[in-house]
Structure formats: C-alpha cells, structure tokens
Nanobody, 126 residues
C-alpha cells in the first residue's frame, strides 16, 4: 500500500515557476512507475510527466515538454515536478500517482496507476 500526498501548489503569474512535490508513505518509490497528471474543470485528466518503473526513463506530455521537469528523491520518497514558464492553460489540480505494473505503453494512461494523492491546486493568472 502506498499513500501519496502532494504539496506546493498555489497562485502564480503567467511566466512564473513553481515546484510541486509528492511524498509517499508506506513504502519506497523504487520499482513503481510514478506519474504527474492534471485535471482542469470540465476536462479529462491529462498526463503531464512520468517515470518508468526502473526510474531510468522520463516521459512528458506534449504541452509541457521543455518547460516542466520531473525528478525524484528515493531516499526522501518524494517526487517533484518543476514547472517553468507557466501558462494560463497549466492551471489545474495536479495529482501524483504510483503504479506497480505500469509498462511503457501505459505511462500516459491514468487508468494504469494504482494509487493517487489528493491533488494540489495550481492557479495561473495574468
């Protein structure tokens, strides 16, 4: 069992940077695929970034590639998402997720993940 808790969301202006974190309790993150997803009102949950189960590969959604960076600290059992040059369309609730059996082709699919945090709100204004 894995419990995930996001933090670090807030209100920023367009062009600003923000880092959100996801801390796991219950076990290490090693061996789990980890992902960041986001959901804006009225929209479907969207893949943002993810790590393969081995931790050796990272993946990004097209809309954030080059602006966002996913990283992890296994000792601290924490996943990070560094968001730079934020745009209005980045505003959403950001969720982290962990999956035991997620394979590469499933990294971007929210249905492949087993555990989710409660989310952290990111609001972007002019």
């Amino acid at each position: 069992q894995v419990q995930l808790a996001e933090s670090g969301g807030g209100l920023v202006q367009a062009g600003d940077s923000l880092r959100v974190s996801c801390t796991a309790s219950g076990r290490t993150l090693n061996g789990y695929a980890m992902g960041w997803f986001r959901q804006a009102p009225g929209k479907e949950r969207e893949f943002v970034a993810g790590f393969s189960r081995t931790g050796g590969f990272t993946y990004y959604g097209d809309s954030v590639k080059g602006r966002f960076t996913i990283s992890r600290d296994n000792d601290k059992k924490t996943l990070y998402l560094q968001m730079n040059d934020l745009k209005l369309e980045d505003a959403a609730i950001y969720y982290c997720a962990a999956g035991r059996t997620v394979i590469t082709s499933q990294i971007r699919s929210h249905t492949a993940y087993d555990w989710w945090g409660q989310g952290t709100q990111v609001t972007v204004s002019w």
